[in-house]
């Protein structure tokens, strides 16, 4: 079983920055993949950024290319993303998101353990 607690959401206007990190506890296996996901409403849910928890490899989806940089903390088991030229698009709820290694880490349903969200609303 694996804890993901999300926090760090909030209001911001365009061009603001948000830091949403994603504490992790339980059982961690070094080849899991821990992805951030984000939920807004009438949308699907679209994949945002993934790092692989042993090798630190990131995959970034183009729409936050150059703008989002995830990064992790081993000593906390905390994964971070920073959230920089936030756009009203990026509004949505934000999950971070555990998969196994191996797994399609741009499908939301290959994903095994979920946080319970944290919302990002981006004012234009």
């Known amino acids: 079983q694996v804890l993901l607690v999300e926090s760090g959401g909030g209001l911001v206007q365009t061009g603001g920055s948000l830091r949403l990190p994603c504490a992790a506890s339980?059982?961690?296996?070094?080849?899991?993949?821990l992805g951030w996901l984000r939920h807004a409403p009438g949308k699907e849910r679209e994949f945002v950024v993934a790092?692989?928890?042993?090798?630190?490899?990131?995959y970034y989806a183009d729409s936050v290319k150059g703008r989002f940089i995830i990064s992790k903390d081993n000593a906390k088991n905390t994964v971070y993303l920073q959230m920089n030229s936030l756009k009203p698009e990026d509004t949505a709820v934000y999950y971070c998101?555990?998969?196994?290694?191996?797994?399609?880490?741009?499908?939301?349903?290959?994903?095994?353990?979920w946080g319970q969200g944290t919302q990002v609303t981006v004012s234009s």
């Open positions: 998101a555990v998969a196994y290694s191996g797994a399609n880490y741009e499908v939301a349903r290959m994903y095994d353990y």
């Open positions: 339980g059982r961690i296996f070094i080849g899991y993949i």
């Open positions: 790092i692989s928890w042993s090798l630190g490899r990131i």
